[in-house]
């Protein structure tokens, strides 16, 4: 790992909420005094006047986006090259922008991250990885994919951008995958700077979540009929007045939860959860805001995954089973059945 310079220029790359909390916690880890940010999504322009407030310069790019993967193979081939191509253009035009960075922070392998590492690593930029919930401790972060992808990646982007990671910042070290790509992990925490954020993000809104028994973070990945069965077996327990349901905000919803309580306030989950009350139980498919308490604050509240019972072959479900016994914490539950999905509510509501 290269020495950081609290003087060093440093760029940030952030799509979520999460992210910008993580990457103040690396701020305040490294006391770093020269910062920018590039806002990568739509969600996150809400938050420049909150960065700026703080002394950090923010630069947003429109039309920055990645469109939807097709289901069909080929079609993926073929959106991933158009989408390398539209965007290196976008960004191209919008270089004027940047200064020259000592080091560019990324949260993922994302397209643009990938981009912006190909025009930056000409200046003799140094690329680290900062914390992003699940995908940081997922290995498929620091090991190609395919073949056939990391060949389109090579030829439009010339360079082995994995293989460039210098350090990676995260909150719990040992949950990191085994390599041997040669980076230094960097442990973090949370910083009062980032906590003072996060309460004020959250301000007097979150008093929607303070009574209820169950906050559901919903990512729209559950089918209807699935929803019906998980709150079937709630409701035997609890009336529907106890339960509220998170809304993602970048999901367009039907009417798919009834006469249930749903909120779409657009508040990042992380500004919520401490105020919620200490007997709240936390339900979501797998999102990472269920896995923030955790990694943010050592919190012992209780955790219910779904992902088990529908995908329990799958690497993100691994994660979750590694963070449950590394942490050693029974209040990470994850039901592989309905049957003990049923067995935990009632274990843990009546």
Do not use: W
């Not at 991933?80 to 976008?90: A, C, M, P």
């Not at 909150?171 to 230094?184: A, F, I, V």
């Not at 508040?267 to 990472?288: G, K, R």
């Not at 016994?325 to 049923?342: A, V, Y």
Request: net charge neutral; with cysteine; charged share 20%.
């Amino acid at each position: 790992m290269k020495h950081i310079d609290n003087n060093d220029k440093v760029l940030f790359l952030i799509f979520t909420p999460y992210q910008m909390i993580s990457a103040i916690n690396v701020i305040a880890t490294l006391n770093l005094n020269y910062v920018d940010f590039l806002l990568a999504t739509d969600n996150m322009v809400q938050y420049e006047e909150v960065l700026k407030g703080l002394g950090y310069k923010c630069f947003i790019i429109e039309d920055l986006y990645v469109r939807s993967q097709s289901e069909s193979r080929l079609a993926r081939r073929i959106q991933l090259v158009s989408n390398i191509i539209t965007l290196k253009k976008v960004i191209k035009t919008h270089l004027f922008l940047f200064g020259r960075y000592s080091y560019l922070f990324v949260p993922s392998a994302d397209i643009i991250c990938r981009i912006m590492y190909y025009y930056l690593k000409k200046t003799g930029v140094v690329l680290c990885v900062f914390d992003d919930g699940i995908g940081t401790y997922d290995n498929s972060l620091y090991n190609k994919k395919t073949l056939l992808g990391e060949l389109f990646y090579a030829i439009l982007l010339d360079n082995n951008y994995r293989n460039k990671f210098d350090s990676v910042f995260c909150y719990k070290p040992e949950l990191m995958p085994q390599n041997d790509l040669g980076y230094k992990i960097v442990p973090i925490a949370m910083s009062t700077e980032a906590y003072d954020l996060l309460t004020s993000i959250a301000g007097e809104n979150y008093k929607v979540y303070s009574n209820k028994a169950i906050v559901v973070l919903d990512q729209g990945v559950l089918s209807e009929r699935a929803i019906i069965e998980f709150f079937n077996l709630v409701l035997k327990v609890l009336n529907k007045d106890s339960i509220i349901i998170k809304l993602h905000p970048r999901i367009k919803y039907n009417n798919k939860f009834g006469d249930l309580i749903t909120v779409n306030d657009g508040l990042p989950f992380e500004a919520v959860f401490p105020m919620l009350s200490e007997d709240a139980i936390i339900v979501s498919y797998s999102s990472t805001g269920c896995i923030s308490p955790f990694l943010f604050f050592n919190s012992n509240k209780k955790v219910v995954f779904l992902i088990g019972i529908y995908e329990p072959n799958s690497t993100v479900f691994s994660i979750l089973k590694k963070l449950k016994q590394t942490l050693n914490n029974d209040n990470i539950f994850l039901p592989t059945s309905m049957q003990e999905l049923n067995d935990i509510i009632c274990e843990i509501l009546m």
